[in-house]
Structure formats: structure tokens, C-alpha cells
């Protein structure tokens, strides 16, 4: 079983929606399919981007594009991050610590790239050459609150790279231009990050691409995803037809 679910791969449009934390499911031959951690954390945001998984197929679907999403939890390794990065397999994430990657080997590190990691991003790399001028927009929630810190404002935060602003930038001014929307603009985070999915797939090959976060209190329900699935799609094509 690979791991990763790809949707609607002959969908003719031009995006490419991704979800790189689309599941908290930890294969069974890592600490027996469980990591050592409550069944609670691992419905957390820690475990994987809660309500983005369904925000992405939905929007694959209103954009007729196919969608390619990760089926292991970002604690196992993290797919969005690259091999070098030293959160590639966190072992204390927002004050829970993950006692099957506590002190593991190099071995074992590479045994789960090997395993999902590479794996993912060689469907991914093979998709995102299905045409020329293929748009990635990957899709991500964040957490209402994090560390204990004061809430998050933003219902929606557009994450880009200064290498690459041309379709980020005029989303963020179409999205802003929503009167009930608080829209970060590289918030929560950063969207500059070397090795990761963007960095790989869309900023060394010179595609346009963006990064959604919705936060996930307002995409945990099945109605959430399909509001802002509805909400989105016309928005980014309005936005990419401008470009």
C-alpha cells in the first residue's frame, strides 16, 4: 500500500492541490502503528493538519485538478521538511513528547524516508509533470493556539517564498478584499523553507505555486471544508486567470 492517496489523476486542470500532513496514521511497522503518545494527541495538530485533508479533495474537485495527499502521520516523518532538517522527525512538539522517536538511529530515519517519504515525493514530483504549466497549491491548517501563546487572529494565512511571490501576492490583496476575513500574509509561519515541498516541487522547477493555511477550527466539519472549499476555488482561479 503506498503511502499516499492520489485523487482524480486525468482531471484536466492546471493545479496540482497538495496535503502533506493529510493523516495521523503511523504505519505498523513503526512502534507497532503507534508512537507512544494518547490517542488525544494524536487527533491533535500535532499528529497531522486536522480538516485539511478534506479541504484539499474538495478543492481538487471544484478546480477539476488532481490532488495527492500524504497517509502518515507528520510525527513518523515529516514531508514537508527536507532531509536535513532537524524537525524531519520531531521528539517534543508542542509540549508533547514522542517516545518512539526519542533517540532514534539514523538507520531507522532512513528506513522511514525510504519507506514514505521518498516515496511521496517521487508521486508528487510525477504529477507535478503531468503538464507544463502545472500550479501547486498546497493545502495546511494551523492550530487556533499554539504553545500556550495568545490565539491566532487570522482565519486564513497565505504562506509564500520571496523567491516566488507572483501568485501569493495577488491572493492575499483578493482574499484581504473580504471584508470578514483576517488574512496573514506569511502567517503563522514563515513560507520560506529550503527542502520543503514547495521548495522541491515548485520553486527549483520554477512553478507558480502558493501555500493555504486555514485554521482548523473552521474546516473540522465536513460543512466547514465544504464552505471554504466553495469560498476558495473561484478566488484562486480568478486570481491565477489575472496572472
Excluded at 522527525?89 to 522517536?101: C, E, H, R, S, W
Aim: aromatic share 6%; proline share 8%; net charge negative.
Amino acid at each position: 500500500m503506498p503511502p499516499y492517496r492520489i485523487i482524480g489523476p486525468q482531471r484536466p486542470g492546471r493545479w496540482l492541490v497538495t496535503c502533506d500532513h493529510a493523516s495521523n496514521r503511523v504505519p505498523p511497522d513503526v512502534g507497532g502503528g503507534a508512537l507512544g503518545i494518547a490517542d488525544a494527541d494524536m487527533a491533535r495538530h500535532i499528529a497531522w493538519d486536522v480538516g485539511a485533508a478534506g479541504l484539499a479533495e474538495a478543492l481538487a474537485q471544484r478546480l477539476d485538478s488532481p490532488a495527492i495527499l500524504s497517509d502518515f502521520s507528520r510525527l513518523v516523518i515529516d514531508p514537508n521538511r527536507g532531509t536535513d532538517d532537524p524537525t524531519l522527525v520531531m521528539q517534543l512538539y508542542d509540549g508533547t513528547i514522542i517516545p518512539a522517536n526519542r533517540g532514534i538511529s539514523a538507520a531507522e530515519v532512513q528506513r522511514r524516508l525510504d519507506s514514505l517519504y521518498h516515496p511521496y515525493h517521487a508521486a508528487y514530483a510525477q504529477l507535478a509533470a503531468r503538464r507544463d504549466d502545472t500550479v501547486i497549491l498546497a493545502i495546511h491548517s494551523f492550530t487556533p493556539c499554539l504553545q500556550g501563546r495568545s490565539p491566532r487572529p487570522w482565519q486564513v494565512g497565505v504562506l509564500y517564498s520571496h523567491l516566488d511571490e507572483r501568485l501569493s501576492r495577488p491572493l492575499i490583496a483578493r482574499l484581504a478584499a473580504e471584508a470578514d476575513l483576517c488574512v496573514g500574509d506569511n502567517q503563522p509561519y514563515a513560507g520560506h523553507l529550503p527542502g520543503d515541498a514547495i521548495d522541491r516541487h515548485a520553486l527549483q522547477p520554477g512553478r507558480l505555486n502558493t501555500l493555504i493555511e486555514v485554521r482548523n477550527d473552521l474546516i473540522a466539519t465536513p460543512q466547514g471544508r465544504a464552505a471554504w472549499a466553495d469560498r476558495l476555488a473561484p478566488i484562486l482561479q480568478q486570481v491565477l486567470a489575472g496572472i
